[in-house]
């Protein structure tokens, strides 16, 4: 792997709640350094991102109690140790190997946890969301699942370079709900995609060049919810304390009701190995193709829009379509949909626009 020139220094902070309204935290993070194997980064001190790099990952289980923060905690758990075996042993490092191997993590995380749900009766439908941030050779790599969100700051400026796998976003992203009806819509918490419920899973890769002064801010969407972006620039700026900046981000949820857990990873870069202080206008959502031979990872064409349907008792034996999944902290409810359906969903809309 061909290293920047100088060090880059990363210099984390990180806290979870429960929020309000919640008797279970089902959210779980990962603050970890590859080379040294260590998950013990947290302490806001300066730390060298060394060769290997370092990762950082924030999960949001659902299933309700027990079994949310088991997949959390085992998405993080599981990676963690996919890319210590994996990464760690990788003769030709280059940042598309480490892409792969992110995604490959992600993936494998998803059969293991999808597996256990189906041996353990118990616990059958949990589920967790995942945002993953790999840093190597000065530059940011995210794997993105569900809902949990990546803002990068820069200039005093945020911007979210993760997308929501969310209807929502998909309706956004189709010109039929504003962003900021989407903000405010019932159905914002109806996400497409999760480790766990579905055997096989679609990872967003992206990419992002790192700037000294950056920092990143990976949270659950009980501080996305409720904490906008401009305000989570204004607080970085204003706020160089990282632990003092995790507990405001949090508070600040929590004065706004706390409907649900609150989690934040806040990690700030500098160093020689970096480009100066850059232009906030440079930061975005770039999306990231794999290079791995042995990969599936290739841009898909848009898929109907699923429609949101009540969950009937049982649920006869079919190929399943993509799931939506609403998070409410109970178990989950899979709703089922076919292609056929765009243009019912299409009238739908129009009708709760009005």
């Given at each position: 792997m061909t290293q920047p020139r100088g060090s880059v220094l990363v210099t984390v902070r990180a806290k979870t709640d429960l929020g309000r309204t919640r008797d279970h935290n089902?959210?779980?993070?990962?603050?970890?350094?590859?080379?040294?194997?260590?998950?013990?980064?947290?302490?806001?001190?300066?730390?060298?991102?060394?060769?290997?790099?370092?990762?950082?990952?924030?999960?949001?289980?659902?299933?309700?109690?027990?079994?949310?923060?088991?997949?959390?905690?085992?998405?993080?758990?599981?990676?963690?140790?996919?890319?210590i075996e994996h990464w760690n042993t990788e003769p030709v490092r280059t940042p598309e190997h480490f892409t792969a191997h992110l995604?490959?993590?992600?993936?494998?995380?998803?059969?293991?946890?999808?597996?256990?749900?189906?041996?353990?009766?118990?616990?059958?439908?949990?589920?967790?969301?995942?945002?993953?941030?790999?840093?190597?050779?000065?530059?940011?790599?995210?794997?993105?699942?569900?809902?949990?969100?990546?803002?990068?700051?820069?200039?005093?400026?945020?911007?979210?370079?993760?997308?929501?796998?969310?209807?929502?976003?998909?309706?956004?992203?189709?010109?039929?709900?504003?962003?900021?009806?989407?903000?405010?819509?019932?159905?914002?918490?109806?996400i497409l995609q999760a480790l766990g419920p579905d055997p096989r899973i679609k990872v967003d890769l992206t990419r992002q060049e790192l700037h000294q002064g950056d920092t990143l801010v990976l949270c659950s969407d009980g501080l996305s919810g409720q904490v906008r972006r401009e305000e989570i620039g204004h607080l970085v700026s204003e706020e160089p304390d990282l632990d003092a900046l995790c507990t405001r981000l949090i508070a600040l949820a929590n004065e706004r009701g706390g409907p649900d857990n609150i989690t934040a990873i806040v990690a700030r870069f500098d160093g020689a190995g970096l480009p100066a202080a850059g232009n906030a206008g440079e930061v975005g959502y770039h999306t990231l193709v794999s290079a791995d031979a042995n990969s599936d990872e290739t841009p898909l064409p848009a898929a109907p829009l699923p429609v949101p349907v009540p969950v009937?008792?049982?649920?006869?034996?079919?190929?399943?379509?993509?799931?939506?999944?609403?998070?409410?902290?109970?178990?989950?409810?899979?709703?089922?949909?076919?292609?056929?359906?765009?243009?019912?969903?299409?009238?739908?809309?129009?009708?709760l626009k009005r």
């Open positions: 089902e959210d779980a993070f990962l603050v970890a350094d590859f080379t040294a194997r260590t998950v013990d980064l947290t302490d806001g001190r300066p730390h060298e991102v060394a060769e290997l790099g370092s990762l950082f990952l924030v999960a949001d289980g659902m299933g309700g109690a027990a079994a949310g923060e088991l997949a959390s905690s085992m998405a993080a758990d599981f990676i963690f140790r996919q890319m995604r490959n993590a992600v993936e494998k995380a998803n059969e293991r946890i999808h597996q256990y749900s189906k041996d353990h009766p118990d616990v059958r439908g949990m589920g967790t969301t995942a945002t993953v941030a790999g840093v190597v050779d000065g530059a940011l790599y995210l794997a993105q699942v569900g809902d949990s969100r990546g803002y990068l700051v820069r200039g005093g400026v945020a911007t979210q370079i993760t997308k929501d796998q969310s209807l929502m976003q998909r309706l956004v992203d189709a010109g039929e709900l504003t962003e900021e009806e989407a903000e405010h819509s019932e159905r914002r918490n109806i009937q008792p049982e649920i006869p034996e079919a190929t399943p379509p993509t799931p939506l999944v609403r998070r409410t902290g109970s178990p989950m409810t899979m709703a089922l949909v076919g292609g056929g359906l765009l243009l019912f969903l299409l009238i739908l809309i129009l009708l």
